[in-house]
């Protein structure tokens, strides 16, 4: 693991994304919620947020972070041949959350591809990048 002990806590948040291409009668059943595993969004949105706590667990020498903030949002396009996927992790720590924001962009489509494989083998996950991080000051204490 990289020493991080001499750093400044600050507040830090990263933002993550993308997306699994699917065919549009796949993308009906989601939307109807037709699989037959259940609800497709919520768990991958849920599927999303715990994987981003447990970053620390999956990774090697990735620090183990207590994150005070994460969300995954999943959006269909007018297109529907995909399902978009935004995950942002928020910390106030020594180290950023960048891994954890794209831990749960890829969990999140891992599970949307796992969902719905019984109905869709040409499923393809991609665009899995960083898109910002960013750090600021904590606000000075109260009093």
Do not use: F, W
């Given at each position: ?15 993550a994304?993308?997306h699994?291409?699917m ?11 037709k ?37 995954v ?14 995950g ?9 959350v ?8 890829s ?6 591809y796992?969902?719905?494989k019984a109905?869709?083998?040409r ?10 991080k ?8 109260p009093?």
């Amino acid at each position: 693991m990289v020493d991080v002990t001499e750093k400044r806590v600050v507040l830090r948040e990263a933002v993550a994304e993308g997306h699994i291409r699917m065919a549009r009668a796949t993308l009906q059943l989601v939307m109807a919620d037709k699989i037959a595993k259940g609800n497709v969004l919520a768990t991958a949105r849920l599927a999303g947020i715990l994987a981003a706590k447990r970053t620390g667990e999956l990774i090697p020498l990735c620090h183990p972070l207590p994150i005070t903030h994460c969300e995954v949002e999943l959006r269909i396009p007018p297109s529907l041949d995909r399902i978009e996927i935004r995950g942002t992790a928020r910390i106030a720590a020594v180290t950023g959350v960048e891994m954890e924001a794209l831990t749960a962009v890829s969990v999140a489509a891992l599970t949307l591809y796992d969902m719905c494989k019984a109905v869709d083998k040409r499923m393809r996950i991609g665009g899995i990048r960083l898109v910002s991080k960013t750090k600021r000051p904590l606000p000075p204490l109260p009093g």
